[in-house]
């Protein structure tokens, strides 16, 4: 069973690993520029959202905190992503009916993972929070319960002393299933051609939902190479001619 407990981070500056870097080509690099004299707020921000984001290009920032950062008004803000996205240097995906969402880097113009990957339909972002908006309780450090993490095949056994009385015991055998994870790390690979004739494959998870695709590949072994490369490694590979 796995441990849990509130990350030592939390509350922290964010910071990148040494050596990470995002990519522009030199043509959107080249519109970039001349977009700074247009819209030099906007610009700003833009070069915010790329410093931040994480490989996948996204990044779920407040308007208030960029403001901070910037030293300008949330109006500003609220102005320059408008811009941003009106000439499609973003897309922003709202998340609830708030002003909180993610942005989305267009990957044409700049991409923080191998330009190959990009064909994976996968999305995640990086989060950046301000310590001043969360409860003291988010800033403690303090062990969080556990949660049991079932892996295939696998199914509960409770063990151990229960609670002290009034609590009472279940029958044994009969004992309710906790609130379970199912393992995240567990993966299938499944390839099969195209009707283009290239190569592709479908990401299953171990429920068998399909969680991500890699597209227009040359043989099974790209699409592999392609998955491994992503991070991901599956358990099982399966390959359909």
């Not at 001043?132 to 892996?151: F, K, V």
Request: aromatic share 6%; net charge negative.
């Amino acid at each position: 069973m796995r441990r849990f407990s509130a990350p030592a981070e939390v509350g922290a500056p964010a910071g990148h690993k040494p050596g990470h870097f995002v990519q522009t080509e030199r043509k959107a690099h080249e519109a970039w520029a001349r977009f700074c004299i247009r819209k030099p707020t906007a610009s700003a921000v833009l070069h915010h959202l790329v410093a931040n984001m994480g490989h996948q290009n996204a990044v779920v920032i407040p308007q208030k905190l960029l403001a901070q950062m910037l030293g300008v008004t949330d109006r500003t803000i609220r102005t320059a992503v408008a811009d941003l996205q009106a000439e499609n240097w973003i897309q922003i995906v709202r998340i609830g009916k708030g002003r909180e969402a993610a942005y989305v880097v267009n990957d044409q113009v700049a991409w923080g993972q191998p330009r190959d990957q990009l064909r994976l339909s996968v999305f995640s972002a990086t989060i950046v929070a301000d310590a001043a908006d969360q409860d003291p309780l988010t800033l403690e450090h303090r062990e969080l319960r556990r949660i049991p993490t079932l892996y295939p095949g696998e199914r509960q056994l409770p063990t151990g002393p229960g609670e002290d009385p009034p609590s009472q015991p279940s029958i044994p055998g009969m004992e309710p299933d906790l609130p379970a994870l199912i393992d995240d790390d567990t993966f299938a690979l499944h390839i099969y051609r195209a009707p283009s004739g290239l190569w592709a494959g479908k990401l299953l998870d171990c429920g068998g939902t399909e969680i991500g695709c890699i597209a227009d590949c040359a043989s099974p072994e790209a699409v592999r190479q392609a998955t491994t490369e992503s991070g991901i490694y599956p358990d099982r590979v399966e390959i359909e001619d």
